[in-house]
């Protein structure tokens, strides 16, 4: 068990909708990111957030927002979705800003879209 | 980062040591080395990270030749719960620098 808590575990949806998911970082941690998994794509950095502001941008689709709250959850709101849409979406937290290294990745959300 | 490159895949005996490659060699002085694994399906986990000093932890031990050009990630009684994808990532660790870029992997299959 690393600590991290993603919600929900499974969801399906259809086309064209929009889901949030949240995560709730390891005790103490600052740090909150967020992993995309595909089958053809392997795992894609999406965004990362210490202390409530954004830090880094990857491949984030502009349908697709995050944001970290006073309490250091992170939500990740998906909109408008698409069939590609459909992966395991992993949180991972860090103490501070990453510098050993470590991340501690939750169990993921799986996202299907029909 | 410095681009890794790893086997795509690899085969253990349960009960050997499993020795997983990678070579880094465009890696910077300032760049560490760190192996993650992921079981499937579930969220990746951290095992091990050097610079340039042979590491060993509770998990495995990583050796990185003197050029630091490559590293063996050495799993010493390979398991069937080790059967996963193993992840070798070279990285500025600093504070400030943001996150950690994962490639294709190895997939390490455990036997019997």
């Known amino acids: 068990d690393s600590g991290v808590t993603q919600t929900p575990k499974h969801l399906i949806t259809a086309t064209g909708q929009r889901v949030t998911l949240r995560c709730s970082p390891r005790?103490?941690?600052?740090?909150v990111y967020w992993y995309q998994q595909s089958l053809d794509q392997g795992l894609q950095f999406l965004i990362h957030?210490?202390?409530?502001?954004?830090?880094a941008k990857g491949n984030i689709l502009e349908r697709f927002s995050a944001q970290q709250f006073p309490d250091l959850h992170s939500e990740l709101n998906l909109s408008s979705l698409e069939l590609g849409d459909s992966a395991l979406y992993f949180c991972?937290?860090?103490?501070?800003?990453?510098?050993?290294?470590?991340?501690?990745f939750g169990e993921g959300s799986r996202l299907t879209v029909l | 980062d410095a681009k890794t490159t790893q086997p795509p895949s690899m085969d253990c005996a349960e009960g050997r040591a499993a020795n997983l490659p990678c070579n880094h060699s465009?890696?910077?002085?300032?760049?560490?080395v760190y192996w993650y694994r992921q079981i499937h399906s579930q969220g990746p986990q951290y095992i091990i990270h050097?610079?340039?000093n042979n590491e060993t932890n509770e998990m495995a031990s990583l050796i990185i030749t003197e050029d630091r050009k490559s590293s063996t990630l050495i799993l010493p009684h390979a398991t069937l719960r080790d059967t996963a994808v193993y992840y070798c990532?070279?990285?500025?660790?600093?504070?400030?620098?943001?996150?950690?870029?994962f490639g294709k992997g190895t997939m390490l299959l455990v036997s019997p």
């Open positions: 991972a937290s860090s103490r501070g800003l990453l510098a050993t290294g470590e991340l501690f």
């Open positions: 990532i070279v990285r500025v660790a600093q504070t400030g620098y943001s996150t950690l870029t």
């Open positions: 050097g610079l340039k």
């Open positions: 957030y210490y202390n409530g502001e954004e830090r």
């Open positions: 005790s103490g941690d600052l740090s």
């Open positions: 465009t890696i910077s002085g300032n760049e560490y």
